[in-house]
């Protein structure tokens, strides 16, 4: 399926959000905050991405994108990056059949090539067991970046038409490690920072951003719920005026 882009025509502005892209952030401060090591903040948050899920089923929204591992989480101490592998690991072992039965359908974005062969091999067995789950498509970014998604979409369009050098927005777009997907209707980040990070650089061009100072170990389906009720009261223009819309409707 070929999805409309925002900045060449104008997408459709559902009521309820078609996808949902988090930032999942403030899982060590949340622990720390309860004098608790940080790894212990990261295994709540594991608990708040299974409560969201649930909650976008329920809501109908098709698609979900979390920010589990940016590119640039390769600088944290290196035990805190070794657990969150780990609970990768566990996150699989005990998730992937649940989600199964719940037709979603799981997918794992970024450059996997610095994972071990076991994680590799787990995500591609996950990925085959869930690909023709409809009610649902969960990506998971890990060794993700906005930036690394680009240039390897750009790697990509360049090999597919050797000699050219006049590209056009579509061909690069279809080299994205999330071509399968709408851009996302709604950017949320949780934990108070209001930056995107390095992440989806090309696909949120015209998303709405919502930024919550919950820490995302906090973040509940009435969370949720309230981020969605500031979408929905946006006036999404995609470049054109107020008075162009009241005139649509």
């Known amino acids: 399926m070929i999805f409309k882009s925002s900045t060449k025509t104008v997408p459709d502005a559902p009521q309820v959000p078609c996808h949902v892209a988090i930032i999942m952030d403030g899982n060590g401060r949340w622990a720390t905050r309860r004098m608790l090591p940080r790894v212990a903040g990261h295994v709540k948050g594991v608990d708040a991405v299974r409560d969201i899920v649930e909650a976008c089923v329920d809501r109908g929204i098709a698609y979900l994108t979390l920010f589990a591992f940016s590119s640039e989480n390769w600088r944290r101490p290196e035990e805190e990056v070794s657990l969150l592998m780990r609970l990768f690991v566990t996150a699989l072992e005990r998730e992937v059949a649940k989600m199964h039965a719940n037709d979603i359908c799981l997918k794992v974005v970024g450059d996997l090539s610095r994972f071990d062969v076991k994680l590799r091999d787990m995500i591609a067995n996950a990925e085959r067991r869930t690909a ?45 490690a999330m071509a399968y997907a709408p851009e996302p209707d709604l950017f949320i980040r949780t934990g108070g920072e209001q930056r995107i990070s390095n992440f989806l650089l090309w696909q949120l061009a015209y998303s709405e951003l919502y930024f919550t100072e919950t820490f995302w170990p906090d973040f509940s389906p009435a969370a949720l719920d309230e981020a969605i009720v500031s979408y929905q009261s946006r006036e999404r223009r995609f470049g054109r005026t107020g008075d162009q819309l009241a005139q649509k409707k």
């Open 132 to 176: 023709n789950n409809k009610r649902l498509t969960l990506s998971i970014c890990a060794n993700y970046g906005g930036r690394w998604d680009i240039m390897q979409a750009t790697r990509k369009m360049l090999e597919a038409h050797p000699g050219v050098t006049d590209f056009t927005e579509e061909q690069l777009a279809e080299h994205l």
